[in-house]
Nanobody, 124 residues
């Protein structure tokens, strides 16, 4: 699976962005997908994940719960991360990843494929 993340940019605090992760190669529907982020000088951290079936089978980091929404459109081989009420602490490079595990997971080591990152900067 090849993953291509996009949609990052510069946004003011309180603003919104929608990230996209487009997959190609193997059958995308077989994989759960997660978003991770890494800020300068910090370790990569889990943001959100969604199962292969999508819907309500999602999981969020507590720091983004209620502000971010992950969704997927398997017909378009795309997973989205809608980010609202953005804060300067959300500034990071955001990565999408695909996992063949049957359960959704927040552990980076459970993900088999990774896309390149997209920069999100929240600043006034």
């Amino acid at each position: 699976v090849q993953l291509q993340a996009s949609g990052g940019g510069l946004v003011q605090p309180g603003g919104s962005l929608r990230l996209s992760c487009v997959a190609s190669g193997r059958t995308f529907i077989n994989y759960s997908v997660g978003w991770f982020r890494q800020a300068p000088g910090k370790e990569r951290e889990f943001v959100a994940a969604i199962s292969w079936s999508g819907g309500d089978n999602t999981y969020y980091a507590s720091s983004v719960q209620g502000r971010f929404t992950i969704s997927r459109d398997n017909a378009k081989n795309t997973v989205y991360l809608q980010m609202n009420s953005l804060k300067p602490l959300d500034t990071a490079v955001y990565y999408c990843a695909a996992s063949s595990k049957i359960f959704i997971t927040s552990r980076a080591e459970d993900y088999d494929y990774w896309g390149q990152g997209t920069q999100v900067t929240v600043s006034s």
